[in-house]
């Protein structure tokens, strides 16, 4: 779920998928539910400067676990759809990433950006 501030993942959940998941031995575990809680991953996608601005906020949210940057998204928030060589498309991916990372509260997820390599992202701290 898309987020630009924090009342928007109160909690981790609001907007998260049903945490039921059938399978072969459905209904057969009665610590099912209590796992669920424990386990599942909650992931907010942060696609614009707004959402930006409000990271250490939002990933401080009990029960977020990461937050998913969208560049493309970003990009397209200040009006440079695409444009992963502009300085200011730069700059406002590597605030994100700054932010997300410095709260030492969520893991950072996100998609590759024109011109990033995936082991260029693990090195500069993507879990995801």
Do not use: H, N
Not at 63 to 77: H, K, R, T, Y
Request: proline share 5%; net charge negative.
């Amino acid at each position: 779920r898309q987020v630009d501030e924090p009342a928007d993942s109160v909690d981790g959940v609001r907007g998260c998928a049903f945490p039921f998941v059938r399978a072969s031995g459905y209904g057969t575990d009665p610590d099912y539910m209590a796992r669920c809680r424990e386990e599942l991953l909650v992931m907010v996608q942060v696609e614009s400067a707004k959402g930006v601005e409000s990271i250490p906020e939002i990933a401080s949210v009990p029960g977020v676990d990461a937050v998913f940057l969208g560049p493309f998204d970003l990009s397209c928030s200040i009006g440079k759809a695409g444009r992963f060589d502009d300085r200011e498309v730069r700059d406002l991916i590597s605030a994100a990433e700054r932010a997300v990372l410095e709260s030492g509260e969520c893991m950072l997820a996100g998609f590759r950006s024109g011109g990033r390599g995936t082991r260029e992202m693990f090195d500069d701290g993507y879990s995801l």
